[in-house]
């Protein structure tokens, strides 16, 4: 008890404990004599610190002129870009163009793929895709038939070409949140205080 | 109301001061040259290399305040560097915070009163018992004592856990009670 009392002898002295703790500090105080005397030794510990007399310093004056003149120059390279400015802006915003543009693309290519399979656009043989014709090409390289005849083949087919537009436009989509995250990082480091490039010794 | 005043006029000051104006700078050294010396002597112990350190101290602090956050404590961020910038200075002159003959401002002095002469000696033996600390203990009792920071404050200012300025400042206290027991505490001196 009195080890627990001690270690926050000095957080109750600067008037850091609160609540329970502090409450917790006040009754046993009244009922310890030890702790009492502990305290009232650290008391008169803290005015010893606090009576020292300090030398006498370089008037104010006198230093803030002498460090006037020391002051190095600033160049504007030293000033941190401010977070409002346009260029700032202007990097999202090229992005999101970016991202409706692929989301665009990839949504009338899905769209037109449907069409296609569903038949709709029969007579327009220039949206066959190269995909679908190098698995028509395999299928009769390797097993010498043709794909219109083997449903197996046309599903893996139509599967494939799925495949890679929904990778493809995966990977567009990654690329892009991966870009803004970084460029919010970018602006979430240079808005945040810098530490000091000084070591700091603990 | 006036010291919503003095920080609105501080904040202006910072603003002015990141934009390169010098004699805004120059305000706000005049308004914090004296905790900054009187903490950085603390930790050296010298009076002449705690104004050399203090001048470093204002120096980076000019270099870096384009960076610095205006929100954020100004007096908190100088005692940051200030405690950097002195315990460099220390590690290089092999953590030798005060030699004895740096401390000749208190034995120099001409001998007056009895009284006033026990309390120089007294400056002397507090002085030798707070350089005696570890460092890292050093830098919380003074940013404490004389910077009168709180431990919240002296968390964010040493980057470390609240639980750890506690712990430091328990042990820096209980090693000055046991250096200035024998040689000063009496048990008439109490103020309180």
Redesign the interface.
């Known amino acids: 008890m009195h080890d627990n009392i001690r270690?926050l002898l000095?957080?109750y002295l600067?008037g850091?404990l609160h609540g329970t703790r502090l409450l917790e500090v006040k009754m046993h105080l009244a009922s310890c004599e030890t702790c009492r005397e502990e305290l009232?030794?650290?008391?008169?510990?803290?005015?010893?610190?606090?009576?020292?007399?300090?030398?006498?310093?370089?008037p104010?004056?006198r230093?803030?002129a002498?460090?006037?003149l020391?002051?190095?120059r600033?160049t504007l390279a030293?000033?941190?870009p401010k977070p409002g400015s346009p260029v700032w802006w202007l990097v999202p915003a090229v992005l999101m163009a970016a991202w409706f543009f692929a989301k665009t693309v990839f949504t009338l290519t899905s769209v037109v793929t449907a069409a296609n399979t569903a038949g709709l656009l029969e007579n327009v043989s220039w949206l066959n895709s190269e995909q679908q014709w190098l698995w028509i090409s395999m299928a009769q390289t390797v097993f010498g038939i043709e794909t219109e005849t083997h449903p197996l083949l046309s599903t893996l087919n139509e599967v494939s070409v799925f495949g890679i537009n929904w990778f493809n436009g995966f990977l567009w989509q990654a690329a892009i949140v991966l870009l803004y995250w970084g460029w919010l990082t970018v602006w979430w480091i240079r808005r945040?205080?810098?530490?000091?490039?000084?070591?700091?010794?603990? | 109301m006036a010291l919503n005043q003095s920080a609105e006029t501080e904040q202006r000051l910072i603003e002015q001061a990141q934009n390169g104006d010098r004699s805004a700078y120059g305000e706000l050294v005049r308004r914090h040259y004296s905790g900054v010396v009187n903490v950085v002597y603390r930790l050296c112990g010298d009076a002449h290399l705690a104004e050399d350190m203090a001048q470093e101290t204002f120096l980076r602090a000019w270099v870096h305040l384009p960076t610095f956050q205006p929100q954020s404590s100004l007096r908190n961020w100088l005692y940051r560097i200030a405690v950097n910038a002195s315990l460099d200075v220390l590690r290089r002159e092999h953590e030798a915070p005060v030699e004895d003959e740096k401390m000749q401002w208190l034995r120099d002095q001409a001998p007056g009163p009895e009284a006033a002469l026990i309390q120089k000696e007294q400056a002397l033996l507090i002085q030798q018992a707070i350089n005696a600390l570890p460092e890292a203990a050093r830098s919380v009792l003074v940013l404490r004592e004389y910077g009168e920071l709180s431990y919240q404050e002296i968390a964010a200012v040493l980057d470390i856990p609240i639980g750890t300025v506690m712990s430091r400042l328990n042990y820096a206290r209980n090693r000055l009670r046991e250096v200035l027991q024998a040689q000063i505490l009496q048990p008439e001196y109490d103020y309180a």
């Open positions: 270690n000095n957080a600067d850091e009232k030794t650290l008391r008169q510990v803290l005015n010893l610190l606090h009576d020292t007399p300090t030398p006498a310093f370089l104010v004056e230093f803030v002498n460090l006037t020391n002051l190095p600033r030293d000033r941190p945040r205080p810098r530490p000091l490039p000084v070591t700091l010794h603990r």
